[in-house]
């Protein structure tokens, strides 16, 4: 009797981090089935994608998207559903249930995951486990921001509180972070937001961004990795255009081991710094698959 071959589901099969755990998956001899919105995407072409789903586009409509990923992990027995994108992870989430005695779903637990995806109740999680954070004045309108500004200094960085959020039976809004060099520019920012997002207003931080990557199971790491970013988009901060791995940093990773543990997380995980003379800040945990997994994938991770 021949072994069962394990079938994995991967969504946004469009994404080079998608595109690495195809391949990852199917040299081990996963049955992989490459997942996506677009008619196009390069995931479908994989030689390691055994089958291919089009789904509804999980920013504008992610009730369907659910819908076609239930469906189909029902009838094309899935045992495992990757999904690698924020617009696909927030709606799956708050599925969760529905895909019960279905199939299993790479997710971090629920509460966990909120406390990511809240950058407020993150730096108060900092807090509590002694990880350095930048400055931070919470406001919701013009007239806050102005105010607090003086005491983090010039410039400013504007981090809406969820980078997104999803609205039951609608869109994925997307928030970006912005900054402010004076007043002026911090209310033109500043009306942009006022009541639809609050902001975390914080102290800017120049230097180096890094990040720490972890595989952990219930907050115990198994795996680590670590990058530094050359390039961002936009150069003021901002998405990592160009990276390299480098040593993982004790510092670094002992923070990151910090958080993580406290949340008893499970799953894959990235912890963002900056490192500049006043010594590492964090930025953010990406509680998701992150955009620069090929580099990873490609260097190797390392087994603390």
Same mark, same amino acid.
């Given at each position: ?5 394990? @079938? ?25 089935? !490459? ?7 390069? *995931? ?11 789904? %509804?586009?999980?920013?504008?409509? %992610? ?5 076609? &990923? ?24 708050? !599925?969760?249930?529905?895909? !019960? ?13 909120? @406390?990511?995806?809240?950058? &407020? ?47 039951? /039976? ?36 120049? /230097? ?25 988009? %936009?150069?003021? /901060? /901002? ?8 040593? &993982? ?8 081991? @910090? ?7 499970? +799953? &894959? ?6 490192? *500049? ?9 990406? +509680? ?5 997994? %090929?580099?990873?994938?490609?260097? +190797?991770?390392?087994?603390?």
């Amino acid at each position: 009797m021949s072994p069962v071959v394990p @079938r994995v589901l991967v969504t946004d099969a469009s994404r080079g981090s998608a595109i690495s755990i195809i391949r990852s998956l199917g040299r081990r001899g996963y049955h992989v089935i !490459a997942a996506d919105s677009e008619v196009r995407s390069p *995931g479908f072409y994989s030689r390691y994608a055994s089958e291919r789903l089009r789904y %509804p586009p999980s920013d504008q409509a %992610p009730g369907e998207a659910i819908a076609t &990923l239930l469906e189909a992990a029902r009838e094309r027995r899935v045992d495992l559903i990757v999904p690698v994108t924020d617009d696909v992870v927030l709606p799956l989430s708050k !599925a969760r249930e529905r895909f !019960a005695g279905t199939c299993a779903l790479a997710l971090p637990e629920r509460r966990a995951f909120a @406390r990511t995806c809240d950058k &407020l109740a993150t730096l108060e999680l900092a807090a509590e486990v002694g990880v350095p954070a930048p400055r931070t004045a919470l406001v919701a309108t013009v007239r806050e921001a102005i105010e607090a500004a003086p005491s983090l200094g010039w410039p400013v960085v504007l981090k809406p509180r969820r980078s997104r959020v999803y609205r039951d /039976g609608g869109s994925v809004e997307r928030y970006e972070v912005s900054y402010a060099q004076d007043a002026a520019a911090l209310a033109e920012e500043m009306r942009r937001l006022e009541g639809r997002s609050d902001v975390l207003l914080q102290k800017y931080h120049r /230097g180096e961004g890094q990040g720490v990557e972890l595989l952990t199971y219930r907050g115990r790491p198994l795996a680590a990795f670590q990058h530094r970013r050359l390039r961002e988009v %936009p150069i003021t /901060g /901002g998405a990592s255009s160009f990276r390299e791995s480098v040593p &993982l940093d004790p510092v670094l990773y002992d923070y990151s081991v @910090r958080l993580l543990a406290a949340l008893e997380w499970t +799953g &894959l995980a990235m912890v963002e710094f900056k490192l *500049g003379k006043e010594g590492p800040r964090l930025m953010e945990i990406n +509680g998701r698959i992150w955009g620069s997994l %090929p580099l990873a994938v490609k260097s +190797g991770m390392d087994f603390p």
